[in-house]
């Protein structure tokens, strides 16, 4: 009994100790907290009335790490903020805010501090603050919050961009929108944790990279950091597709230029540069790479310049799908699109360094979410990085010029920390420190934020439009056929009404429309002929649309051709071939006429097309164009008519044979014999590799 009462005890201690916490599961993190300032004597002072229990257990945190009590740091919110920002609706949130800015300001200064579980805990805590801000969003049961409480993505847009390298205005609705992917749009702590962890592996491998001497000699001038590096594993090599040539080698990537070192047979050759940071007209896109030049396999990009006399291909083979290459291809095109940023609003010092800054993070956070990809949760990685996303939404290019002319604001009520900061607490050297804040504001949206909520709320519309035109695409050409014919059929009944009328199968209206016709082109009403047509038409919209309200749109239906087997639809084809080449055939006839008409290679149907010009010259010069216009219409539109169809036909039959009567130029097809390049000798690397 003596053991089991010790062995009692023992656990008991541990309890009290707090050592089997993990065995407790919906453990509250607030409660020994929300207990804590309870029982302490100036429990009166630091208890902020208009705050939710959660959010006056944050607040304590935060005063603790400025140092200052909550009261004092109320007394510096009343006096620093505006009245709209102290206004009793909003006040709780605001104060929240500007009390978790101020502490994330600090607290991320500190080396290392994202190692810090702390850290990744308060900036949680703070967004679940966020969500229940003041004291009747929330009771004071602080027990109805368990371990397992999760955020939204506004308490996620509102926090996480106050760190930059956590998150960016522009891109943190997708970053949320991933992280939650499996959990219904709402964020738990461990996968924010695990995220943060996946940030501080990926910005400690950054700083290893750029501390190593792999490049010195040509990353020392520009001060340029290694991003990434790829090709040193045999399991997942580098190919270098130059003409004919096929090159094993190292990638690397840094935040000026890419270079490919080629592998020798016991080291690397002398890297080749290829620029990012500098206007050469650059064009990066993905590339088919195969075996003697073939187009099977999509795991390669191109990169092409005016200083290279040759497009180079980087081929990534993997067995499975084409991660590889998306991933390098926006890492690239992010580097290429921000020093375009930089160029064309010409932005210099610590601003240029900032926006170099925000590109490195934003790739720093693709390297993180990459690593928690799976099959379930596909990741976009040109959606998760901040140019790359202004270059795809709608008013990208506005969210650009708002955020060219972001310049240094004073603190008060700012929110965040500048990138340069962050980038030193990391371990990062990149240049002088910067006072530049954060993208975020307390208790208002900034410029910035309102730019991108509009580009994302048009996106959500685009995203729409082009799901429904996905939707009534339909695949082979005799379908698409049919459907485009059912499509023009209004235009093809009015083209056979105007034919009927051209060549007079109703005489009355025929004439008719010629001579009102002529009255309107004389009276110069043709304009508000046309501005008839066009408000009758947009009449015809508001109509339709207001006896349709509340009704669904009727689907358009087509009656579907009958199914084609493969020999038809290759006798299609090849219809459809000749007639083209017919038609191309015609037009190649019709210029080589031309040019020998008006080089006079054939003299005696050149004058006559002479004397024809010179006649309608004359004529255009003397008389008015109103009545030039009203001639060719009666000339045009009479010409079928009873009494001059005889002498139409005539004269028509006169044209053709004066026109089969003029040979076409001479024309000579010479063949070019290319001189074949020299083959480098290569190793035997098989040109793709799956």
């Known amino acids: ?108 200064q ?154 020798r047979v016991v080291s690397y050759d002398k890297p080749t540069v290829y620029e990012l940071a500098d206007d050469l007209k650059q064009i990066v896109k993905p590339e088919l790479t195969g075996p003697w030049g073939t187009r099977l396999f999509d795991k390669a990009f191109l990169y092409k310049s005016v200083s290279l006399s040759e497009a180079v291909v980087m081929e990534l083979p993997e067995l499975k799908g084409h991660n590889r290459r998306d991933y390098w291809l926006a890492v690239i095109r992010e580097i290429l699109y921000a020093h375009r940023f930089i160029r064309k609003f010409q932005i210099s010092g610590v601003e240029r360094e900032e926006t170099l800054l925000k590109t490195i993070f934003g790739i720093i956070r693709m390297q993180a979410l990459k690593d928690m990809m799976t099959s379930a949760t596909p990741l976009s990685f040109e959606a998760g990085l901040m140019f790359n996303a202004c270059d795809q939404l709608p008013g990208g290019d506005r969210i650009l010029e708002t955020l060219a002319t972001i310049h240094l604001r004073k603190s008060g009520t700012s929110g965040g920390m500048s990138a340069t900061t962050m980038a030193s607490s990391l371990g ?121 309200r509340g009704r669904e749109v009727d689907e358009f239906r087509v009656m579907a051709p009958p199914p084609m087997n493969t020999m038809e639809q290759l006798l299609a084809i090849q219809n459809a071939i000749s007639q083209a080449e017919e038609l191309i055939q015609d037009g190649n006839i019709l210029l080589l006429k031309l040019r020998g008409l008006l080089l006079s290679i054939f003299p005696q149907a050149s004058d006559r097309f002479a004397v024809a010009l010179v006649i309608t010259a004359v004529f255009v010069a003397v008389v008015p164009m109103r009545y030039v216009i009203i001639a060719v219409l009666l000339e045009e539109w009479t010409k079928y008519s009873p009494m001059r169809r005889s002498s139409t036909e005539r004269l028509n039959r006169r044209l053709r044979e004066w026109w089969f009567s003029i040979p076409a130029a001479p024309v000579v097809l010479e063949k070019v014999n290319d001189e074949k390049k020299k083959k480098l000798i290569s190793p035997t690397w098989p040109t793709s590799w799956f």
């Open 1 to 108: 009994m003596a053991t089991v009462s010790k062995t009692r005890n023992m656990i008991e201690g541990f309890v009290r100790d707090g050592s089997f916490k993990w065995l407790l599961k919906n453990k509250n993190p607030f409660h020994e907290e929300f207990e804590e300032m309870k029982a302490s004597p100036s429990a009166g002072n630091n208890w902020i009335h208009e705050l939710s229990p959660v959010a006056n257990i944050v607040v304590r945190r935060c005063s603790k790490i400025l140092k200052i009590p909550t009261g004092q740091l109320q007394d510096i919110f009343n006096g620093e903020a505006t009245d709209a920002i102290k206004d009793p609706s909003c006040y709780a949130r605001n104060f929240l805010e500007y009390s978790c800015y101020k502490a994330l300001s600090v607290f991320t």
């Open 110 to 263: 500190v080396s290392g501090y994202m190692e810090d579980r702390k850290f990744r805990r308060l900036t949680f805590d703070m967004m679940l603050a966020w969500e229940v801000p003041d004291a009747a969003s929330q009771p004071t049961n602080t027990m109805d919050i368990d371990e397992d409480a999760s955020v939204g993505i506004e308490a996620f847009s509102r926090i996480a961009p106050a760190v930059p390298i956590i998150a960016d205005v522009i891109v943190s609705d997708y970053i949320f929108e991933f992280l939650t992917a499996s959990t219904g749009s709402r964020l738990q702590f461990s996968t924010f944790e695990k995220y943060l962890i996946g940030l501080e592996r990926a910005a400690r491998k950054l700083k290893s990279q750029s501390e190593s001497s792999l490049l010195s000699p040509q990353r020392s001038e520009r001060g340029e950091r290694i991003l990434e590096i790829d090709g040193t594993v045999t399991t997942q090599p580098v190919l270098q597709h130059v003409g004919i040539s096929t090159w094993p080698g190292r990638l690397t990537l840094t935040d000026h230029a890419m270079y490919f070192e080629a592998l």
């Open 428 to 548: 990062i050297v990149f240049g002088k420190s910067s006072e530049i804040v954060g993208d975020v504001s307390v208790g208002e949206l900034t410029p910035l934020e309102k730019a991108v909520k509009e580009s994302r709320s048009t996106y959500k519309m685009v995203a729409s439009a082009q799901a429904a035109v996905d939707g009534v695409k339909v695949e082979g050409i005799d379908t698409n056929l049919a459907v485009m014919k059912e499509l023009l059929f209004p235009v093809t009944e009015l083209g056979n009404r105007l034919v009927k009328l051209y060549y007079w199968e109703e005489p009355i209206r025929s004439f008719m429309f010629c001579l009102v016709s002529t009255y309107v082109i004389y009276r110069g009403w043709l304009s508000y002929v046309v501005g008839l047509m066009l408000a009758f038409i947009a009449l015809f919209i508001v109509i339709t649309r207001w006896f349709s």
